[in-house]
């Protein structure tokens, strides 16, 4: 019989956490910003969002007047076209950018004979497009990867036209399960505190985009919700296979500890590696207009 947690059930605790070092700062060798190459053929595996609640969403937002019936659309730091591809399927123009050839490569492949998208290497600091070029920007889980974020930010808002809206999206609580959780206490406990090389908090690109002079506006999503089940071994060899950039400017050394004191902690569970969570991730937007 396996266990069936429910999301939030368990939070990681870390006995040993008074026993470490004072905290330290991660390395200040990031790099500038975090390209998914390596990992583009388990992205799809490895994070998804149903599209047919994204086709929900992006029907709210066009009844909402925020979203354009037709138009050309960017999708910023594109990676395997998640986000823009329905947008295609109904007829958008859409403009992908990514620093990963192999994610855009995936995310043309993916595109049905005949849609207008069209997926191509770059980096959002720095577009191939003249300003006010698209009708509306789609961006999701890019500025955390992204040193400098803030130059992407106004990159975006350089190449929408006036009016138009910059939605940042994200599926909230998806990648919360408990082993990455655990693992991520675990860095912050050895000092690891802002893992990312861009953006930390979604609150500061919201302050951010006020202070360029763009409106904020709402859109509740937050009943946009799905089922999933995370198994904690699997959960464990997904961190062992560095498929988290969140973690990937952890010390090896610090990596290789907390993998371990991760799966010592997972074997102590009644249901060891074989223990489930269901998590319920929900999807989440933030609207800018230019
Ligand atoms: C977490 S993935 C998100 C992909 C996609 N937006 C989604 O929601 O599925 C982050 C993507 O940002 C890309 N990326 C990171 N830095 C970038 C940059 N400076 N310019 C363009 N893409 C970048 C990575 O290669 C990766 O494909």
């Given at each position: 019989m396996?266990?069936?947690?429910?999301?939030?059930a368990?939070?990681?605790s870390?006995p040993?956490?008074g026993?470490?070092?004072q905290?330290?700062?991660?390395?200040?060798?990031?790099?500038p910003t975090s390209?998914?190459?390596p990992?583009?053929g388990?992205?799809?595996?490895?994070?998804d969002v149903p599209p047919g609640?994204l086709?929900?969403a992006y029907?709210?937002?066009i009844?909402?007047?925020?979203?354009?019936?037709?138009g050309?659309i960017?999708?910023?730091?594109c990676g395997?076209?998640?986000m823009?591809l329905?947008?295609?399927a109904?007829?958008?123009?859409?403009e992908?950018f990514?620093?990963?050839?192999?994610?855009?490569?995936?995310a043309?492949?993916?595109?049905?004979p005949g849609?207008?998208a069209?997926?191509?290497?770059?980096?959002v600091r720095?577009?191939p497009l003249p300003?006010g070029?698209?009708d509306?920007?789609?961006?999701s889980?890019l500025f955390?990867?992204?040193?400098?974020w803030?130059?992407?930010c106004?990159?975006?808002l350089?190449?929408l036209?006036?009016?138009?809206?910059?939605?940042?999206?994200?599926?909230?609580?998806a990648?919360g399960?408990?082993v990455r959780?655990?693992?991520?206490a675990m860095a912050?406990g050895?000092g690891f505190?802002?893992?990312?090389?861009?953006?930390?908090?979604?609150?500061?690109?919201?302050a951010?985009?006020?202070s360029t002079g763009?409106a904020?506006a709402?859109?509740d999503l937050?009943?946009?919700?799905w089922?999933?089940?995370v198994?904690?071994?699997?959960?464990w060899?997904?961190?062992r296979d560095?498929l988290f950039?969140?973690?990937?400017?952890?010390?090896?050394?610090a990596y290789?500890q907390i993998?371990?004191?991760?799966a010592d902690w997972i074997?102590?569970?009644?249901?060891?590696r074989d223990?489930?969570?269901r998590?319920?991730?929900w999807?989440?937007a933030?609207?800018?207009r230019?």
């Amino acid at each position: 019989m396996r266990a069936v947690l429910p999301d939030g059930a368990l939070t990681a605790s870390v006995p040993w956490q008074g026993l470490l070092p004072q905290p330290v700062r991660p390395p200040s060798d990031f790099s500038p910003t975090s390209d998914f190459s390596p990992i583009a053929g388990r992205y799809d595996a490895t994070r998804d969002v149903p599209p047919g609640l994204l086709d929900a969403a992006y029907d709210r937002m066009i009844a909402a007047g925020l979203l354009p019936a037709a138009g050309t659309i960017l999708d910023a730091g594109c990676g395997t076209g998640q986000m823009s591809l329905p947008l295609a399927a109904r007829g958008y123009a859409i403009e992908g950018f990514d620093i990963s050839g192999p994610m855009v490569a995936l995310a043309q492949a993916k595109c049905r004979p005949g849609w207008p998208a069209r997926y191509r290497q770059a980096d959002v600091r720095a577009l191939p497009l003249p300003d006010g070029a698209v009708d509306a920007v789609v961006v999701s889980k890019l500025f955390q990867h992204v040193s400098g974020w803030q130059d992407a930010c106004r990159e975006l808002l350089r190449v929408l036209k006036p009016g138009g809206a910059l939605i940042h999206l994200a599926d909230r609580g998806a990648f919360g399960n408990p082993v990455r959780r655990y693992f991520a206490a675990m860095a912050e406990g050895m000092g690891f505190v802002d893992r990312f090389p861009g953006m930390q908090r979604r609150a500061d690109l919201v302050a951010f985009a006020r202070s360029t002079g763009a409106a904020v506006a709402a859109l509740d999503l937050t009943d946009l919700r799905w089922a999933k089940d995370v198994r904690y071994g699997d959960a464990w060899d997904q961190i062992r296979d560095r498929l988290f950039a969140e973690f990937w400017y952890l010390p090896d050394s610090a990596y290789a500890q907390i993998l371990a004191d991760t799966a010592d902690w997972i074997e102590a569970l009644p249901d060891g590696r074989d223990t489930v969570a269901r998590m319920t991730p929900w999807l989440d937007a933030d609207i800018f207009r230019r």
